[in-house]
């Protein structure tokens, strides 16, 4: 009877060896394909962001060149309206765009009848005038002297030299005259176009001329928005954290502390900025569209992410630690502020700056408060009006003008370094100054 139980179990055996085989088979087979599918999403993910980078940089990139004409120009005083002996200050009162008009009018005598010179006098920048009458002020020796100086074109003008108007359209369809495509040709012919870095974008504010637009305002506005959140988010978030962490009694109540604090990190920014209408503009009238308002409003959203990187950086150093200093004598207090703190900085600082890098990415609570206002003046200190550079995407991106599409894209360019910098930062913090217990 044993015999044939034998053999009969070998087909049986062999038969688990092959279905084992298949079913391994099949296991590393579907291993590989959830491989594929995992580099696929990362290569799709990659390619997007390639894409979507490309893009803004395709279109930020003319942003960063403009164009100039030189003029030769006759300070005259009669035609600047003034007299010789007048004082620096009455020379924002000069007339310099006749100063501008009797140049282009001497190099394209052809224009004399009305329409004609409104089309050739549109050609220059409506601040050409005032920037030259800055320079008399600058220099008001250059009264009654005759010289030669680079002015910058209209953002139309602009935009022909960079190949985004096509000339081959219809009159009708295109910003342009035809009378304004052949002067232009006709002053680059006379190599009196200029092309330049546009070093205005970062020196300027905002403007309702493309042209002029700057983003130097927006990123003061921004600096100072961020300090004031730093210097609330920062201490108030860090104790938060070491009290919760270190000396608050479990219960009922800290338990319900935690949880609000934890939802209070998922709870849309717009809702900050509701908050901060409410209270900070409503109940307390402080003024709109300043940094100081801003910045407390950010730093209310940015407070539960320092909380939440400050108690995991805490919780990351070891019981041992607290163990030993209390074992030599060390006070509670001392422990948390010589020992505990120290050690658990590098994960404080880097969640302070990720937090920084969101709130400084934030457009809806600032829009909350008003700080959406159209500011020229660079503000200078946190209680003067100003906007904050994604406000600043924010109202470029909704102008009609098609010169400032380009303008946005080299913003969004600009804020993107900065979030990538404040990342970069807070990685390298913590790769240098990170202990492994």
Known sequence: MTEPRAADARPNTLRRTRAGKQSLARRYAAERRFRSYGLLAIGFALLSLALLLGSIIHRGLPAFIHHEV??????????????????PEAFAFADCEALLRASLQSFFPEARERRARRELFALLSAGAGFELCATLAAQPALLGSRGARSLPLSSDADRYFKGEVNAALPESERRLSDRQLAWLDALAAAGRIERRFAMRFFTGGDSREPELAGVLGALVGSFWTLLVTLLLSFPVGVAAAV??????????????????????????????????????????????SVPLVGGMVLALMTLPTVIIASRSALLAVPPSIREAALG?????????MHHVLPL??????????????????ETAPLLMIGMVAFIVDIPGGPLEPASALPVQVFLWADSP????????????????????AMNLTAVLLRSRFERRY
């Open 70 to 87: 030189r003029l030769e120009l006759h300070f005259d005083p009669v035609l600047l309206g003034i007299e010789r002996a007048t004082a």
């Open 243 to 288: 009290y919760l962490e270190e000396f608050a009694p479990k219960g009922r109540l800290i338990d319900l502390v935690e949880v609000n604090i934890n939802n209070l990190a998922a709870v849309p920014s717009i809702v900050f900025g509701l908050l901060g209408l409410a209270v900070f503009l409503n109940f307390f009238g402080l003024p709109r």
């Open 328 to 336: 030599v004598g060390a006070s509670p207090l001392q422990v948390v």
């Open 344 to 361: 658990a900085l590098p994960g404080i600082l880097t969640g302070a700056i990720i937090g920084m890098a969101r709130a400084l990415g």
């Open 401 to 420: 003008e098609r010169a400032f599409e380009a303008r946005t894209s080299a913003a969004i360019l600009l804020l993107l370094t900065f979030l990538v």
